[in-house]
């Protein structure tokens, strides 16, 4: 069917995706911030927002198609008479698009988690909003250089990424960055979380100078474990780069020397591929380093049976 493109009428965006289809609506979430004239929220539940209405462009984004706090959102979306978008490679998403004649994305099929294909489904929720007239095409060039530039400099990367996880290994990784990439340090934590099997604390600034900075005392016995990483863009504002600076003496002395991931790209986007690739092999050579396969894990698996016992 051909795409509904919202005209002045639409007020807000909504984008519900839990896992990696949440963190990729976050990403993107970020990156139009300033560009769409609206404003987004990226609905991580079973519910919507009362403000959902036929005035909002709605995005279901779930790899599976089956993700059941996604669905349930799409189907309170559907009485509220949103426009909707759906973006999955199959399952209960499409279905219903289908039965309602909903206008969707469909994703290569096959991959065994949906944390694998975070690029693709970016690229479908830009897509989307590409196609409803809220974006401009900037984003496509954007995406075939990151593409370029990742494939030259891989095997640097991936040297990097093996160096930094050494460091990590038997370490609390804090990673702290500007709140532009709050989404992008997330993504790091997700990616440390379920394929290394390893803990992992984000925080932003200038947010945690306001609180978590004066934490940084107790318990003493943990604070030589902890490992702050610093993930650092070229669009990260002046005064957050000065704040960062002079609080490295305080985290370094207290704990060790501090690990700087600095973005490489012309644009934000480039940006964060080159992040999201450095920080995916950074997460894989962790697994490697504590013996484990980066895979899910039996703690999901089990969570998951017992959850559909209970349907």
């Given amino acids: 069917m051909d795409l509904h493109r919202p005209g002045s009428d639409t007020r807000n965006i909504v984008i519900s995706g839990m896992g990696a289809s949440g963190i990729a609506a976050n990403l993107v979430e970020s990156l139009t911030f300033g560009r769409v004239p609206i404003p987004i929220t990226v609905c991580k539940s079973y519910s919507l927002p009362q403000f959902v209405s036929p005035h909002t462009l709605f995005i279901a984004c779930s790899y599976t ?3 059941e706090e996604t669905v349930a959102a799409l189907h309170k979306a559907l009485l509220k008479r949103a426009s909707i978008i759906a973006v999955a490679s199959g399952g209960k998403l499409l279905d219903i698009a289908r039965e309602y004649n909903l206008f969707y994305i469909q994703l290569p099929a096959g991959a065994e988690s949906g944390r694998y294909m975070i690029g693709h489904m970016m690229t ?17 060039k954007e995406t075939e250089n990151a593409i370029e530039y990742i494939d030259r400099g891989e095997k640097a990367i991936q040297v990097e990424a093996e160096l930094i996880a050494r ?17 992008m340090a997330t993504r790091f934590q997700q990616q440390l979380n379920e394929n290394s099997k390893h803990l992992a604390h984000v925080n932003v600034f200038p947010e945690m100078n306001h609180n ?10 943990i604070l030589p474990l902890l490992q702050v990483i610093y993930l650092y863009s070229d669009h990260d504002h002046e005064r957050i780069e ?12 207290k704990s060790n020397p501090i690990i700087d991931i600095v973005a490489e790209g012309a644009s934000l986007l480039e940006q964060y591929y080159y992040l999201l690739h450095l920080t995916d092999w950074i997460s894989y050579w962790l697994a490697r380093e504590n013996g484990v396969e980066p895979d899910p894990s ?6 998951k049976k017992e959850l559909d016992k209970s349907q």
């Avoid at 479908?124 to 974006?135: C, G, Q, R, V």
């Avoid at 900075?213 to 318990?219: E, F, I, M, N």
């Avoid at 039996?298 to 969570?303: G, K, P, Q, V």
């Fill in 65 to 67: 198609g089956d993700t």
């Fill in 124 to 140: 479908a929720l830009l897509y989307a909003l590409y196609h409803t007239n809220l974006i401009g095409a900037a984003f496509i």
């Fill in 167 to 183: 460091k990590l290994k038997g370490k609390l990784p804090i990673i702290y960055c500007d709140a532009r990439l709050h989404a």
């Fill in 212 to 221: 978590e900075l004066t934490g940084w005392q107790h318990p003493e016995a």
């Fill in 242 to 253: 000065k704040r960062m600076e002079i609080c490295r003496s305080i985290f370094e002395g």
């Fill in 298 to 303: 039996e703690t999901r698996l089990y969570l």
